[in-house]
Nanobody, 128 residues
Framework: QVQLVESGGGLVQAGASLRLSCAASGRSFTNDAMGWFRQAPGKEREFVAA?????????ADFVKGRFTISRDNANAKNTVSLQINSLKVEDEAVYYCTAGSRIYYRAGYYSRGSYDYWGQGTQVTVSS
């Protein structure tokens, strides 16, 4: 059974940093794109960042150098992490990890419908 489990969310002050992690299990994700979306209350789930199987990273425009996505597929690990620096109040949301094996072009990484598996989400709360 495929599972994506996020961790690392919490309550932080504006300007602080946070590292989110996602552990994928149930099969190998070496050939999957992996990524992060987020959803704030009353808003649509939006793309944050993604990383290809070969390590190419894609970011939403609002990231502006504050976020860094990375992945570790060594030694049968299937993890993807999101380092968030200089947190802003507007970053507050539930962050979801996702994976997909059918993304063949750049635009696909930004689309929610391109991904097959989703985690349950981890809450990031930012205080001003």
């Amino acid at each position: 059974q495929v599972q994506l489990v996020e961790s690392g969310g919490g309550l932080v002050q504006a300007g602080a940093s946070l590292r989110l992690s996602c552990a994928a299990s149930g099969r190998s994700f070496t050939n999957d794109a992996m990524g992060w979306f987020r959803q704030a209350p009353g808003k649509e789930r939006e793309f944050v960042a993604a990383i290809s199987p070969s390590g190419t990273a894609y970011y939403a425009d609002f990231v502006k150098g504050r976020f860094t996505i990375s992945r570790d597929n060594a030694n049968a690990k299937n993890t993807v992490s999101l380092q968030i620096n200089s947190l802003k109040v507007e970053d507050e949301a539930v962050y979801y990890c996702t994976a997909g094996s059918r993304i063949y072009y750049r635009a696909g990484y930004y689309s929610r419908g391109s991904y097959d598996y989703w985690g349950q989400g981890t809450q990031v709360t930012v205080s001003s």
